[in-house]
Structures are given as C-alpha cells and as structure tokens.
C-alpha cells in the first residue's frame, strides 16, 4: 500500500469521480483509475461501487476511509516535525476552540505566541466541542480546546487549564428580572430557551441540569451558533445559557448567576459551569511548534491568574 494510492483512493472518495478526481490531483484519469485497482487488489475488496457510473464507497471502502485520512494527517505532520527541527522557525499549529473562547481568552494567548515564533502558521478551527474531539480523533487537528468530560472510549489525552461559570444571559430591560442577582434553575421552568446547535457542549449541559432539576427546558429556536444565539436573545426570543465572558461588548445583555436549587449562593448550580481542557492525541507526541504553544497558553494563563487579568467568572487552573 502506497500513500499514493490512498491520496487517489480519498479523493475519489471525495468527489465521487474519477475523472473529477484526477483533475483535482492534476493526474491522468486512466493512471488513478489503474492505483485504485492496484489498492483493491491488495486489500482483497472492491472500495468503490461503480454501477451505472453512480461513485459511492463500499462496505470495505467505508472502512478504509478514516484510516486513510488518520494515515496522511499524520504523514503530513511527520513531515512538518522535521521542518519544525530548525529553530520553529517554520511549521503549523492546527488548533480547535469553542466559538466562545475564539472570542475570548484564545485571542491574546494567539498573540503571545504569534511574538515568540512569527514563522509558525496558526490555523484555527472554531467549532463545538464535540466536533474539535471528532476532528483531533481524525487527526485533522494538532491540539484542541474541548470541554471536560469527554466520552470514555475518546483517545485523547486532556490538561484542564480553566474553569468558566456559566450564566443566564438575558436582555437588560427585562422588567420580569429587574433587580434578580441570581437565579435558580427552577426559576427557569416557564421561560423559553434559545438553544445551540447539536455538537455544542453547552446544549448537553443546559438540557442536562433542567433535566435534573425535574423539568424539559422550553425552547423558543434552536440550532445557532454563539454569535446567533446571543442575537436571538437580544432581539427578545428568549434566555440562554452561555459562558460570563461572551457577553463583553453586547451592552444591551446582562448575565445573571445561577444559585442553587434552595436559593443559596453557591457560584455554580446543578453543574454549571464547564472545565476546559487541552486535549491532543495520545497516540501521536505533539509537533514542537504544538508543544511550544501549549507552553505559551500556560504561561499566559498562570500570569493571567497572578496579575488578575482573568475575566469574572473565569477561574486558571494551571498551577504555579
């Protein structure tokens, strides 16, 4: 088996054409035809059903497509390590975040790092946790920023480096808060809900905490990302539940803490609050460009911490 053969096989795979195929590769149609024939031979299964020239993968194919993707990822990143050798001088850092710590936190630590290795490409991913994990799974990532705890059979190696207490966000005028300093999640029983999208840790944990304080939440819309959810709330469909630092720089929204279920003044309720985490393969030692940002984020946040340069709310937990 070549790498060749599995560079054709995915883009096949891809496109869903031969021909199509081979023009992406800038390779004759007939010589890619030839490779995958050649692949399948060797693995003893046909990898793609061609009848009636309708192009899908099958059973065998189907099979083979994520190792495919997991084998070149890695070939790729072999070859960048090495580059990497020289000084950091060049190389890529592939890196996944939560939208919201896109907007928050990650931006500055980005610049840090961007000062120390100016040579080192950044390539962010912005997505929900779940994608990040699917993606760093696949090796489509060097490193991601994933919310704790990830599922069990997950081969992915975690530092927690921050706590974000999560809070009811609201519009300002809302005559049926004015004054509340808290909230319980009971209080939130009758009220409609904008929600995220699936994928999104945030959906998982709301539903989640509703759920164990006896109740369905009661949405109002679904499926947006931060941006929109946060847009819907202004606009007055409803309240979400969103991390304290998101709603810098949208004045016409207020966060309001969650209590306790008996009203006391517990910071976090039933759970929420989310713990971050940096997460890479274990399978796989991050590149040297990978190893020296994660050195950069822990640097910044323990300083962050020291000279109390954190958001409210946010709590560092990378130690001394």
């Known amino acids: 088996m070549q790498l060749q053969q599995l560079s054709y096989f995915l883009a096949v795979a891809r496109t869903q054409h031969f021909t199509r195929a081979a023009d992406a590769l800038g390779v004759a149609?007939?010589?890619?035809?030839?490779?995958?024939?050649?692949?399948e031979t060797e693995l003893g299964a046909p990898l793609?059903?061609?009848?009636?020239?309708?192009?899908?993968?099958?059973?065998?194919?189907e099979a083979l497509l994520p190792l495919a993707n997991r084998i070149l990822a890695d070939v790729d990143t072999a070859r960048l390590e090495v580059q990497e050798l020289v000084g950091l001088r060049h190389g890529r850092v592939r890196l996944g975040a939560t939208p919201?710590?896109?907007?928050?936190?990650?931006?500055?630590?980005?610049?840090?790092?961007?000062d120390a290795y100016p040579g080192i490409r950044l390539l962010v991913e912005e997505g929900g946790s779940r994608d990040l994990?699917?993606?760093l799974t696949r090796g489509e990532l060097d490193l991601a920023l994933v919310i704790l705890p990830l599922p069990e059979d997950t081969p992915?190696?975690?530092?927690?480096?921050?706590?974000?207490?999560?809070?009811?966000?609201?519009?300002?005028?809302?005559?049926?808060?004015?004054?509340?300093t808290s909230l319980r999640v009971t209080d939130l029983r009758d009220r409609p809900l904008v929600m995220f999208r699936q994928g999104y840790d945030l959906r998982e944990t709301t539903i989640a905490a509703f759920r164990a304080a006896g109740f369905e939440p009661r949405f109002a819309v679904e499926g947006g990302e931060m941006d929109a959810v946060l847009r819907f709330v202004e606009v007055g469909l409803g309240v979400a539940v969103v991390?304290?630092?998101?709603?810098?720089?949208?004045?016409?929204?207020?966060?309001?803490?969650?209590?306790?279920?008996?009203?006391?003044?517990?910071?976090i309720a039933?759970?929420?609050?989310?713990?971050?985490?940096?997460?890479?393969?274990?399978?796989v030692a991050p590149t040297h460009a990978a190893?020296?940002?994660?050195?950069?984020?822990?640097?910044f946040l323990r300083a962050a911490a020291v000279d109390g340069g954190l958001p409210v709310g946010v709590e560092s937990l990378i130690g001394g």
């Not at 059903?49 to 059973?59: D, F, Q, V, Y």
């Not at 919201?100 to 961007?114: E, Q, T, V």
């Not at 927690?160 to 509340?180: E, F, Q, Y």
């Not at 039933?270 to 399978?283: F, I, N, P, Q």
């Open 100 to 114: 919201s710590l896109c907007s928050g936190l990650l931006g500055d630590a980005l610049r840090h790092y961007h």
């Open 270 to 283: 039933h759970g929420l609050h989310r713990t971050v985490a940096l997460a890479h393969r274990k399978d």
């Open 243 to 267: 991390p304290s630092t998101v709603l810098a720089g949208r004045p016409m929204l207020q966060g309001i803490p969650l209590s306790d279920a008996t009203g006391g003044t517990a910071r």
């Open 133 to 135: 994990i699917r993606q």
């Open 48 to 61: 793609f059903s061609r009848a009636r020239g309708n192009i899908t993968l099958t059973p065998a194919g």
């Open 29 to 39: 149609q007939p010589s890619l035809s030839k490779q995958i024939r050649v692949l």
């Open 156 to 180: 992915l190696a975690t530092t927690p480096i921050l706590r974000d207490d999560l809070v009811v966000a609201t519009r300002r005028d809302d005559a049926t808060l004015h004054g509340r």
């Open 291 to 299: 190893g020296a940002f994660r050195a950069t984020l822990e640097g």
